[in-house]
């Protein structure tokens, strides 16, 4: 059994600030569970493009609110508390915060292993390992 507490993650290697997010990683590919998990805030305002060409990802808003647009198809969608979307197209994206800041909750498939960074495309490099 695992118990990890967001608190004691913040300040430490497992926290990773980037231009418009801050990601807080809970669970990573040496937990060994088969997917990764993450908090993650979108600050209000902000707007970030991403593309998981390598990652499928999930994401659940617990708090705050924004908006993701579908680069494939143009459409926006608001996200408030309660919403979740599934990047299962690896679907290249906008996020947006809203008004307040959005406190999300994120599962990565495959795992994370922490060391990634967005390249170019706003994607993460696979990892070699999970070939």
């Known amino acids: 059994m695992k118990i990890v507490r967001v608190q004691d993650i913040i300040g430490t290697e497992r926290e990773v600030e980037g231009p418009g997010w801050t990601s807080r990683r809970l669970l990573l590919k040496k937990d060994g569970m088969g997917f990764s998990f993450h908090e993650t805030i979108i600050p209000a305002g902000s ?24 680069l ?47 390249d170019e495309d706003g994607a993460y490099m696979p990892d070699p390992d999970n070939d």
Do not use: Q
């Open 47 to 70: 707007e970030n493009t991403f593309w998981y060409k390598h990652h499928l990802e999930a994401v659940y808003c617990v708090s705050g609110n924004g908006s993701i647009t579908d």
């Open 72 to 118: 494939a198809t143009g459409e926006t969608h608001e996200i408030t508390d309660g919403t979740l979307y599934a990047l299962d197209k690896h679907d290249k994206h906008i996020l947006r915060g809203g008004t307040e800041d959005m406190r999300l909750i994120c599962a990565f498939n495959p795992p994370v292993t922490g060391r990634e960074v967005h």
